[in-house]
Every structure is written in C-alpha cells, then in structure tokens.
C-alpha cells in the first residue's frame, strides 16, 4: 500500500472541504431569509435552506475531523488498520473513503 497516495488524497480533500467552507453561502441565505418580506411559505423555505446549510457544515467538520485523525495515523504508522479489529482495512475501501476509520466488516456490525 503507497501510503503517499492515500495522504495526498486526504489532503486534497481536506482543502477542498477548507476552502468550500461556505460561510457565505449560509450567510447570505440568513440575511436574505431575514430580509424576506414573503408569505409563511417562502419564510419556511428559507429557513429550509438555512437549515440545511447548516447540516452541510455539520457532515463537513466531521469529514474534516476524520481526515486529521487519518492524517495522524499515517504519522504514526497506524494507517490502513481498523479500529476495532485491528485487520487491514481493504485497499478499495480506502480508495473510496481514505479517512475510514474501519473495515467493511467492523462497518457492518456497527450498522446492524
């Protein structure tokens, strides 16, 4: 496994999540929302939107936190392995998500 792959991967992705932040895009639909001067209607349309800016955000900060972790496991030589079994994480399922923290297996256990 070429872990130097796997960190550029994270790092790219990293930026990418950095830099679509879009603080401004949740700002403005905020100040447009409380701006409006619409029927019930459009108002819960835009607080629709507002929420759901928010939870973008929300799923972003823990991608982010999960590809930092990944980061550190890579330091530490850790990288690759689940967590919970400590087995070899499956190269394709590394390739998809590099910040996984599990094995398919360990991933379908905690789902069911």
Request: proline share 2%; aromatic share 2%.
């Amino acid at each position: 496994m070429n872990v130097a792959v796997y960190k550029d991967a994270l790092l790219k992705k990293r930026t990418e999540l950095v830099e679509d932040a879009g603080l401004n895009s949740l700002q403005s639909s905020m100040e447009h929302n409380n701006g409006r001067q619409g029927d019930m209607a459009d108002q819960a349309t835009g607080n629709n939107e507002v929420h759901i800016h928010l939870r973008l955000k929300q799923t972003d900060a823990k991608i982010l936190q999960a590809i930092d972790e990944a980061l550190v496991r890579i330091e530490k030589g850790a990288f690759g392995l689940c967590r919970d079994c400590g087995e070899p994480i499956a190269e394709a399922r590394l390739n998809a998500i590099p910040w996984t923290r599990v094995c398919i297996t360990c991933k379908e256990k905690q789902k069911a």
